[in-house]
T-cell receptor, first 110, second 119 residues
Framework: QTVVTQEPSLTVSPGGTVTLTCASS?????????ANWFQQKPGQAPRALIY???NKHSWTPARFAGSLLGGKAALTLSGVQPEDEADYYC??????????FGGGTKLTVL | QVQLQESGPGLVKPSETLSLTCTVS????????WSWIRQPPGKGLEWIGY???????NYSPSLKSRVTMSVDSSKTHFSLKLSSVTAADTAVYYC????WGWGPQFDYLGQGTLVTVSS
């Protein structure tokens, strides 16, 4: 069974920078996994932020950036704002067929 | 702008079939891919499956034996059926659009609907 692993929780200070990662139990994450990232605030539906590793939607704030880092997909937030406090999920695409979500990262801005 | 809205019974009995509908506005089911995602209370997201109107369908291996996704003849709704439900299927269910470029690109999701499995 394929497992996608994210940091359970991270804390960042307002104005700071934080990187969330998304690892695959099958090995290194590459562009072929087409990583997507979602943000979910309490009581709300998830909102898509990033697709195909590093592409932003029109509504994605400029301070969010997706990349590949050390064999993982990564989401970097620069100049973190209090409203960025949320759960973040990645999803990876496997073998031309199915998708697997990571367990999510709870980001605290403190 | 595409808008998605889930609807269906909020309570389903164990062993019965969960049936949900997603209404699509501002977009066409004839194009793109459409997906269902769920989230048990207090837990993370789980991909259920996706399909296209051209018949390309993929379901989560863990749910494949119980899942059916289809599009309504009006092409304005698509549905999810999950058979033989148990309490473990209690979750908020979201529908979503996937644009298929070189790979899946999620963009719009519905607000979600809570389905509780209980007698």
């Amino acid at each position: 069974q394929t497992v996608v692993t994210q940091e359970p929780s991270l804390t960042v200070s307002p104005g700071g920078t934080v990187t969330l990662t998304c690892a695959s139990s099958t090995g290194a994450v590459t562009s072929g996994f087409y990583a997507n990232w979602f943000q979910q605030k309490p009581g709300q539906a998830p909102r898509a932020l990033i697709y195909s590793t590093s592409n932003k939607h029109s509504w994605t704030p400029a301070r969010f950036a997706g990349s590949l880092l050390g064999g993982k997909a990564a989401l970097t937030l620069s100049g973190v704002q209090p409203e960025d406090e949320a759960d973040y999920y990645c999803v990876l695409y496997y073998g031309g067929a199915h998708l697997v979500f990571g367990g999510g990262t709870k980001l605290t801005v403190l | 702008q595409v808008q998605l809205q889930e609807s269906g019974p909020g309570l389903v009995k164990p062993s019965e079939t969960l049936s949900l509908t997603c209404t699509v506005s501002g977009g066409s089911i004839n194009s793109d891919y459409w997906s269902w995602i769920r989230q048990p209370p207090g837990k993370g997201l789980e991909w259920i499956g996706y399909f296209s109107d051209t018949g390309n369908t993929n379901y989560s291996p863990s749910l494949k034996s119980r899942v059916t996704m289809s599009v309504d003849s009006s092409k304005t709704h698509f549905s999810l059926k999950l058979s033989s439900v148990t309490a473990a299927d209690t979750a908020v269910y979201y529908c979503a659009r996937i644009i298929w470029g070189w790979g899946p690109q999620f963009d719009y999701l519905g607000q979600g609907t809570l389905v509780t499995v209980s007698s």
